[in-house]
């Protein structure tokens, strides 16, 4: 902890920065390689330091960049920010980062860092996110973009009055699993899609005989925690990315788990839901049902599966893997319960070919955001699907509190 500087700040003019805003870099003056300054808040957490931070921006800096369509080419400076000068000066120095600061203000005002991302608590999120607007800057966040629909819906109609571009983290639909299972989609190889089941989770140690794995906000509904804050703005972008948008939500809601240890060891009420059985019917008529859980222990391939079933065609993926069965290849089965059934169910299944390679879907989804960024081009991923994904957790809170379906309402940014 830095206690005599704590707004330090070191920041240097490499040769190379490219000044130019995004609309000039358009034209035809642009750079060759143009470097983009990127504000990094909240890079000491868990996603910030090992997604964004080391698998995205380092990966993409050490690649010497990404390349555009016409040959140019885009790199980054990350300039970290966060509360302490001290462990930014140690991860600055590990990495070989020139710029650091423990004041956003002052970070925010120089025009050198073009794009603001933001990986901080859910809590803390959205009055960073309105400092960022308000300074101008592009902005790349982690979900969920606010606490309530209301106010992600106001963060994405300030960017848009502001002309603003925004991006926010849809890393799942990155996941190589994910992306076999859209190509599947775009065959039509399921025919009409009828239900999809998700099955999240796994077994999250309640932190007193062994330190738990995930930070202890996480169980605190007063410090922005919960699975349904968390996991639902998820769903709801894979639900309306793959399959159909969301009308419609029933979620039930559980505190499995009434007490845990914090970092610190000390035992702490949870407040917050650690696991969430969710209905979903979507645009289309097919429907979802995905349970999510840090209560689970796991007995599947994966720590994610989405089993979809379809008229022509089922699969089963995960994270990676991905299998499927051909209505060809159904199996007949006739309901005895005073037989032993031998058929093996699981030979029905035939495992998808690796046709593609896959990189990190954090950094895939940085490099598409940048690259839009310096084309000017539309970019779908932005802080009004964050909403909805937001929208659908307030959804699935209200409906596990009142007892009832809820149907969701849309958002526009007029
Ligand atoms: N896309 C994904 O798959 C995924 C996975 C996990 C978490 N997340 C999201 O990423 C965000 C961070 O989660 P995490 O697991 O990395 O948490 P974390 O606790 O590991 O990190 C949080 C960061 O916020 C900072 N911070 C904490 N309180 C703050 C405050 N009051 N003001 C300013 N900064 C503060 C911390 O110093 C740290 O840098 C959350 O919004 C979470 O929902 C996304």
């Given at each position: 902890m830095n206690q005599h500087h704590p707004t330090e700040s070191r920041t240097t003019m490499s040769e190379t920065t490219t000044l130019a805003p995004a609309a000039a870099a358009a034209?035809?003056?642009?750079?060759q390689v143009r470097e983009i300054g990127i504000i990094m808040n909240g890079v000491s957490g868990r996603m910030g330091y090992r997604q964004h931070l080391v698998r995205s921006i380092l990966a993409i800096r050490d690649q010497g960049g990404i390349e555009l369509p016409d040959g140019s080419r885009v790199t980054v400076k990350p300039i970290l920010v966060g509360r302490s000068a001290a462990k930014l000066a140690e991860l600055a120095a590990k990495h070989g980062i020139e710029d650091y600061t423990s004041d956003l203000d002052a970070a925010l005002a120089d025009p050198r860092w073009e794009i603001y991302a933001d990986f901080l608590v859910t809590k803390a999120r959205s009055s960073a996110l309105r400092k960022a607007i308000a300074a101008g800057k592009t902005i790349y966040t982690e979900k969920p973009t606010a606490e309530t629909a209301d106010e992600a819906l106001e963060l994405a109609k300030l960017a848009d009055a502001a002309g603003i571009k925004t991006g926010v983290v849809h890393d799942k639909l990155y996941l190589p699993g994910l992306q076999k299972l859209k190509r599947l989609i775009d065959s039509g190889f399921f025919g009409r899609i009828l239900s999809v089941r998700g099955e999240f989770g796994y077994w999250v140690f309640e932190g007193d005989w062994q330190p738990a794995q995930r930070p202890s906000w996480n169980y605190r509904v007063e410090d922005g925690g919960g699975i349904i804050v968390d996991m639902f703005p998820h769903w709801n972008y894979v639900l309306e990315n793959l399959f159909g948008k969301v009308e419609t939500v029933y979620a039930q809601a559980a505190t499995h788990i009434p007490t845990r240890w914090d970092e610190s060891g000390d035992p702490y009420e949870?407040?917050?839901?650690d696991a969430a059985y969710g209905i979903f019917e979507l645009e289309g008529g097919t429907i979802a049902q995905i349970n999510s859980s840090w209560t689970v222990r796991v007995n599947r391939d994966e720590l994610v599966e989405f089993h979809v079933d379809g008229t022509h065609g089922s699969a089963v993926v995960g994270l990676f893997g991905a299998k499927i069965q051909h209505r060809n290849a159904t199996p007949k089965p006739v309901w005895n319960p005073d037989l032993a059934d031998d058929h093996?169910?699981?030979?029905?299944w035939a495992e998808l070919p690796v046709n593609d390679v896959f990189q990190n879907g954090f950094r895939q989804q940085w490099e598409e955001f940048l690259t839009s960024y310096v084309l000017g081009t539309p970019y779908e991923f932005d802080l009004l699907s964050g909403a909805r994904g937001v929208l659908l957790a307030e959804a699935g809170l209200e409906s596990s509190r009142e007892g009832r379906k809820i149907a969701l309402r849309t958002l526009t940014l007029e």
């Open positions: 034209s035809d003056s642009r750079p949870a407040t917050a839901e093996d169910y699981d030979a029905d």
